[in-house]
């Protein structure tokens, strides 16, 4: 089982709605998680970290279970501009940090 | 203020032939990573530095790559005899005391 597992997509949701997607994990040792976005040919940028209590940015919404294992993204009102991939990650340790293969999402208009 | 800057920004070279790729972090970020980006897929994990040192070289493919941090600053990360599978996207990204990383623009390897 891959350590980090996401689902590679791609979302294609029209500009308006709001979509969700999953990262499930396997290292029940993982530390601290978070949401990068990465856009076409781009480096990728730090979206959210992700909190055990649920944290919001504007239309952002991340959770995190830790008892099923899992984090999520929720895009409220979703913009022509949220069309990215968005990675998953997890940190055990400095030398410990996955990255997923991330969610493709492209919002149309 | 500055971010990760990292070069060339593209390579294009033969095979067999040795690239060294460069990478200058945020100043005061302590730790350094290199990961690979093959087209459509996910990063790929190469190596980190805290400081100078690098504890964790586990991701380095073969033992033709290498890379080394001098001054707690900018880091290389050298291919020797250069494989056409070694072609990628090569990232680097530096944090302070968070997790968080920043990454920079990335090289973009080619090997013919």
């Known amino acids: 089982r891959k350590e980090v597992e996401q689902d590679p997509g791609p979302f294609n949701v029209p500009e308006g709605a709001t979509v969700a997607f999953n990262c499930t994990y396997s290292?029940?040792?993982?530390?601290?998680f978070f949401w990068y976005r990465q856009d076409c040919r781009k480096e990728p940028k730090l979206l959210m970290s992700?909190?055990?209590s649920g944290n919001e940015d504007g239309r952002f919404t991340a959770q995190l279970n830790r008892a099923s294992q899992y984090i999520s993204l929720l895009i409220r009102d979703s913009k022509l501009s949220d069309s990215a991939t968005y990675l998953c990650?997890?940190?055990?340790?400095?030398?410990?940090?996955?990255f997923g293969s991330g969610t493709r999402l492209s919002i149309r208009p | 203020g500055a971010g990760v800057s990292q070069s060339p920004s593209n390579k294009v070279t033969e095979k067999g032939k040795d690239v060294e790729l460069r990478c200058d972090p945020i100043?005061?970020?302590?730790?350094l990573y290199w990961y690979r980006q093959s087209l459509g897929q996910g990063l790929e994990f190469l190596i980190y530095?805290?400081?100078?040192?690098?504890?964790?070289k586990s991701g380095l493919p073969s033992d033709r790559f290498s890379a080394e941090r001098t001054g707690g600053s900018v880091s290389t990360l050298t291919i020797q005899r250069t494989q056409q599978e070694d072609s990628a996207v090569y990232l680097c990204?530096?944090?302070?005391?968070?997790?968080?990383?920043?990454f920079g623009p990335g090289t973009r390897l080619t090997v013919t």
């Open positions: 290292n029940s040792a993982s530390q601290s």
């Open positions: 990650v997890l940190y055990s340790s400095a030398s410990k940090i996955i």
């Open positions: 530095f805290q400081g100078n040192s690098a504890p964790d």
């Open positions: 100043s005061g970020h302590t730790a």
């Open positions: 992700v909190y055990s």
């Open positions: 990204a530096s944090s302070r005391d968070t997790p968080e990383q920043y």
